[in-house]
């Protein structure tokens, strides 16, 4: 019989017989790990450990204390969940029911649930989980698992779409269920340690507004009762801090249906923010040396053929018929930067060349996969491209990367940081990639940036360095992002006379401190918890008059105090009342203002954090604030320590 070689994590070769499965080499490895196998990872998917090996192949082996452990719970969990409402609602149809990076979910139809049904379920799914059901894999005829599914054109979808080529495919069954999967599962129904149901959305099949509209169940599974308290509470936790929330709390910015999906409007409060960090973002560029650009809305497809991003974007680009001519918002702002470089003759002195540009972008998302500023149809990007000769890549990149961190410092997060190499379909040779790889890690190593190499996750024009920001419930977001590209240049034919006078190619760097506007915003609100640092918060500073007969004097302290974002509370209420409803609009600082203060000519001032302190004399608060703002700082500090 022929042979395979499986290459195991260490980089150890292992030759076995052809059609061996992940189970029959874990036990060639050993029998302890071959008891323990749960599932597999074959050149980076995770498959049955049933599943036979027919081709060399990288494998990795997983047990209860691989990562992956979790994933294959859940898929288990997600059965489970439809079993328990097939027994409760017998019409129910199923669609699919994949696990997710904190769950899984079961998109179905046939049946109406809401919110208030999911205890219900929730209690049978316990009671699945308490009989300890075997699940078992059963391999079944093509034509068989058509007539099972006689009923169900979902499923029957499935069969004809992603196994279309097998002659049999795979079922799970536990007790009296049974579905149409891939796998992996767990070998019972209690391993589920702790499962929980949490909420009820619409899907549309496949993804596609045209077609059937689902019910989408969200759940979530975990080995212990512990683990699944310390995520119920750490959830929690977040929807407290949710941005959609406080951003209708403290009037920052709304979406309205009537508008339009993914189309945030920006409150006035909203816009001071932003108006705050991009003030920042461009003090950072000028002081770096990039000139700033601006570049339409639309333009022509052609540009977006030009550039790629028609072949690989047209499906997300919102497109436009003007004059028998086709438009299209643009998806991207590095075209019109490549653009505004190829109108004008350059120099090897002239380079590098770096532009910015706050710029609108447009993507035409599934509904369902809008949330909030998180994602959405129009948004931001504080863009930034340089034009740089080969031998200044090491040099921008480090640059770049340095007003990264000074970004992130500024706003005290935390970031993970990925190395994304050269993916399988590529452009540029292998000697430019070596050199432009190897450069940015020594970027990475200069910096000593502690960082995770993601193997052939670089984009197709370049290899790229990803932050991710870690906000304050430890959750990770998407953030700046600084990428080699050997593709515009060569699509614009863009070029630069070297000193030999002889063409040559620039590099293009795409960078961005932020990478939107939106997800950063949203970002910072929930980090926050909507306490914005005195610098960025909307109303920085709120007096609140004792009586009418102060209101006179609070506007001569509101004139003093103009070069600060200052407003008067002047309804008639009780002065209770005004300091709890500036706590609740988290204003950084709020002053006291009656007839001692008037009187003496000063101020009482009391912040956010509930410290107070009297007769504070007016510009030594001022000037206390002036230097909070100048130096960013993140906390209220005036009365710190007094």
């Known amino acids: 019989m022929s042979t395979v070689t499986v290459t195991l994590p260490d980089g150890t070769p292992l030759e076995v017989e052809r059609g061996s499965t992940v189970e029959d080499v874990a036990y060639e490895i050993g029998p302890g790990l071959g008891d323990d196998t749960v599932a597999g990872v074959v050149d980076g998917d995770l498959v049955d450990k049933h599943a036979p090996l027919t081709e060399d192949v990288m494998l990795e082996i997983v047990t209860e204390s691989s990562d992956e452990y979790l994933d294959v719970l859940r898929h288990s969990a997600a059965h489970v969940f439809a079993q328990a409402l097939q027994r409760l609602y017998p019409d129910a149809k199923l669609t699919i029911g994949p696990w997710t990076d904190n769950g899984f979910y079961y998109d179905i139809t046939g049946v109406d649930i809401d919110e208030d049904d999911l205890e219900a379920i929730e209690a049978e799914a316990e009671e699945i989980i308490e ?52 796998g992996p599962h767990v070998e019972s129904t209690g391993e589920i340690g702790g499962f929980a149901l949490l909420e009820i959305s619409a899907a549309f099949w496949r993804g596609e507004e045209d077609n059937e509209t689902l019910t989408r169940v969200y759940g979530t599974a975990f080995p212990t009762e512990d683990a699944l308290d310390e995520f119920l509470e750490q959830r929690r936790k977040a929807e407290e801090r949710d941005h959609r929330k406080i951003g209708q709390e403290m009037d920052l910015f709304s979406i309205d249906e009537t508008t339009g999906p993914g189309l945030p409007l920006y409150e006035p409060n909203g816009k001071k923010i932003l108006n705050e960090l991009s003030d920042y973002v461009a003090g950072l560029n000028r002081d770096a040396g990039y000139d700033e650009v601006e570049t339409p809305h639309v333009f022509r497809t052609e540009l977006w053929k030009k550039s790629g991003h028609y072949e690989n974007y047209v499906d997300d680009m919102f497109l436009l018929d003007v004059n028998d001519e086709e438009y299209g918002l643009k998806p991207m702002n590095c075209p019109g930067h490549a653009t505004i470089f190829e109108q004008n003759s350059w120099s090897y002195r002239d380079l590098p060349v770096r532009y910015f540009e706050d710029g609108k972008v447009y993507r035409k998302e599934q509904r369902g996969e809008l949330s909030g500023l998180s994602r959405t149809w129009a948004f931001t990007i504080d863009d930034g491209h340089l034009f740089v000769r080969p031998d200044q890549i090491e040099e921008e990149v480090l640059a770049t990367v340095d007003i990264i961190l000074d970004t992130l410092d500024t706003f005290n997060l935390d970031y993970t940081v990925q190395f994304a190499t050269r993916p399988e379909k590529s452009v540029g040779g292998d000697e430019i990639w070596e050199k432009a790889e190897s450069q940015l890690e020594a970027v990475l190593d200069e910096q000593d940036i502690d960082y995770v190499v993601e193997e052939g996750d670089g984009a197709f024009y370049g290899p790229k360095i990803d932050f991710a920001f870690e906000d304050a419930l430890g959750r990770h977001w998407d953030g700046p992002t600084v990428q080699l590209d050997f593709n515009m240049p060569e699509r614009f034919d863009l070029s630069y006379t070297g000193e030999d006078n002889e063409e040559h190619r620039p590099v293009m760097i795409h960078r961005a401190l932020y990478g939107s506007y939106e997800r950063f915003f949203m970002v910072l609100t929930e980090h926050y918890n909507g306490k914005f640092p005195p610098w960025l918060a909307p109303e920085q500073i709120r007096l609140l008059p004792v009586s009418d007969d102060n209101i006179a004097y609070c506007e001569e302290i509101q004139e003093e105090l103009d070069d600060f974002r200052v407003t008067i509370e002047d309804r008639s209420w009780t002065v209770g009342k005004k300091i709890q409803q500036a706590h609740d609009d988290r204003v950084p600082y709020m002053c006291v203002i009656g007839d001692n203060e008037e009187e003496a000519g000063t101020i009482s001032v009391r912040d956010r954090k509930e410290r107070e302190e009297k007769d504070i004399d007016i510009a030594e608060f001022r000037d206390h604030l002036e230097t909070e703002v100048e130096q960013q700082r993140t906390a209220v500090t005036f009365l710190a320590g007094r």
């Open 131 to 182: 009989e300890d059901l075997d699940i078992e894999r059963e391999l079944v005829d093509r034509d068989d698992a058509f007539e099972r599914y006689e009923d169900n054109q979902f499923k029957q979808d499935i069969l004809e779409t992603e196994a279309a080529d097998d002659e049999e495919v795979s079922f799970y069954t536990q007790g009296e269920f049974e579905d149409l999967c891939q």
